[in-house]
């Protein structure tokens, strides 16, 4: 009952005005744990029309009546207001309560207390309000600190899901947050939420609490949501509900970002696909949660994609517009896809069903022409930065997907300035991958000064530059020809550079030992420069 910001029969009795009337209860044992939500004094037979419910009612019984019928009706009215507890002061009026005053009372269900000591009613009026609006403020308290810690969450740069996640915490039940119309958009809790959402299929248990989220508008560009906190595992109080329009003012923060239903849906698929990548949702857990989100694959492999975009590139623009693309591309070749993005990291994870292993190609070069097509359309490319890179994984099952995600997310980040292709094979960038992950050890840094130092010294102060030629050198294994002719130079003149190059760094370029320290320099460049 602390929980419910008031305190209980019991609590007031124990406190020392009434506990120095030595109270004895009468009746209704068994319901001394009612909350009193106020308590009023009075002498009047009609009494209970001036009451509310919730208080605790001192009386010394000089409006109760001489009659049985009287008291019994006296009674029974102030349990139908539902009043929490009757205490009655024994004295001048009565010496002990009657038997029909005490049975009425049991019937109804109604704590009846008779007070052996004179008490001032006044001063048990001041006590227990005391205590009523210290816990009120207790309460406060509470619903406070959660809202501060997902005021926290929301700076530090988490968004719905950790916000969702405090107020699961603190409720110890399942919280989702659903549009006007009751589309999931989110779910947090311990267990598996998205499996209890399903189970209840729009059926809210007794006690649910559901609070709006402000800042929601008669047009398209405003997101309707709703937070909805389910009594699954026990009982909510109401501090709980103030918690959760705290929450929701959070939130609202987040719908604005947002602007609309279906970018946030889409940025709730991202956390489920990066939770699968990071190991926070397991293999067996994931096909349930996924048919939730409406992806729905047939018996084939899954094929994980990553597309991440320029990091000098802002997240702003219409990411609805880009999932938007993306699944109306593939629809139309029927491939079941779930899309999330990730606006804060610029990234946007997907999931693919694909029918046989030898789709994956033909499914790529689709996937990766929405990609691009979604960003143009979406206005997330700016002129000058480098184009978006979109890896493709192995494809598998769902263990193979959890570590493909991860496995692409990353390599999408490490082949960031490479030579732009429509789509990387995961598989083929391992070296570059293993190179970015050492980009803060001050030994590649050192590894690529003393492998390439002097052409980059070279190349800051002379002309031509004689780094692309290497690179283009390494790039065709060594072959002349080739290479003369991707730099529009006659042969003579690419000898020339070659042996310039060979000089410079004092090294022989038809060493294959050479060829492969020189190769992985100009890889590692990229992450030291």
């Known amino acids: 009952m602390e929980n419910q910001g008031g ?110 000591r004179e008490v001032p009613f006044v001063s048990v009026t001041e006590e227990v309000h005391t205590e009523i609006v210290n816990g009120h403020y207790a309460l406060l308290q ?27 915490d603190f409720a110890g039940n399942p919280v989702f947050l659903e549009t006007a119309d009751g589309q999931l958009l989110y779910a947090a809790g311990e267990g598996e939420p998205l499996q209890v959402w399903e189970g209840l299929r729009g059926h809210r248990p007794a006690g649910a609490v559901l609070v709006e989220v402000p800042g929601g508008g008669p047009g398209t560009g405003f997101v309707r949501a709703r937070i909805a906190l389910l009594p699954v595992v026990g009982p909510l109080a109401p501090v709980h509900r103030m918690a959760a329009e705290r929450a929701a003012g959070i939130l609202a923060v987040v719908l604005m970002q947002a602007r609309q239903e279906e970018e946030l849906a889409a940025r709730g698929r991202g956390d489920f696909l990066t939770d699968l990548a990071e190991g926070r949702i397991s293999a067996e857990d994931a096909p349930a949660q996924a048919r939730v989100l409406g992806f729905k694959p047939g018996e084939g492999p899954l094929l994980p994609v990553v597309m991440r975009l320029a990091s000098e590139l802002s997240p702003t623009g219409n990411w609805a517009v880009l999932a938007r693309a993306v699944l109306e591309e593939l629809a139309s070749v029927g491939v079941p896809v779930l899309l999330g993005v990730r606006p804060v990291e610029g990234r946007v994870p997907l999931l693919l069903g694909l029918r046989g292993e030898s789709e994956r190609t033909a499914v790529a070069d689709r996937v990766a022409v929405a990609l691009r097509a979604g960003v143009e359309r979406a206005g997330l490319e700016r002129a000058g930065a480098h184009p978006p890179v979109v890896v493709v994984g192995v494809a598998g099952g769902w263990a193979a997907a959890s570590a493909g995600l991860r496995h692409a997310a990353e390599t999408a980040t490490a082949a960031q300035g490479l030579t732009d292709r429509p789509w990387y094979d995961a598989r083929r960038l391992d070296i570059d991958l293993l190179l970015w992950r050492l980009r803060d050890h001050p030994d590649l840094a050192a590894f690529v000064d003393r492998a390439i130092g002097p052409l980059r010294e070279h190349d800051r102060t002379s002309r031509p530059p004689l780094l692309p030629t290497l690179q283009t050198y390494l790039a065709h294994a060594g072959r002349k020809a080739e290479t003369a002719r991707e730099l529009h130079l006659n042969r003579q003149t690419l000898y020339n550079r070659l042996a310039r190059i060979a000089d410079l760094l004092g090294t022989d370029l038809d060493d294959p030992q050479t060829v492969l320290a020189l190769s992985l320099a100009l890889r590692a460049r990229r992450h030291t420069s």
Do not use: M, Y
Request: hydrophobic letters at 45%; proline letters at 6%.
């Open 7 to 116: 305190i209980t029969v019991q609590r007031a009795l124990e406190l020392p005005g009434l506990r120095g009337g030595l109270p004895e209860v009468v009746a209704g044992a068994d319901r001394l744990q009612r909350t009193v939500r106020w308590v009023h004094a009075g002498e009047v037979p009609n009494i209970a029309s001036l009451l509310k419910g919730g208080e605790l009612l001192l009386t010394t019984g000089l409006g109760l009546g001489t009659r049985p019928a009287e008291q019994r009706a006296f009674v029974r009215r102030l349990a139908d207001r539902g009043i929490a507890a009757l205490v009655v002061e024994l004295g001048p009026r009565f010496s002990r309560l009657p038997a029909t005053l005490v049975e009425t009372a049991r019937a109804a269900g109604l704590p009846l207390v008779q007070l052996h």
């Open 142 to 168: 509470r619903a406070e600190e959660v809202h501060r810690r997902c005021t926290e969450a929301l700076l530090g740069g988490g968004g719905v899901p950790q916000v969702l996640r405090i107020l699961a």
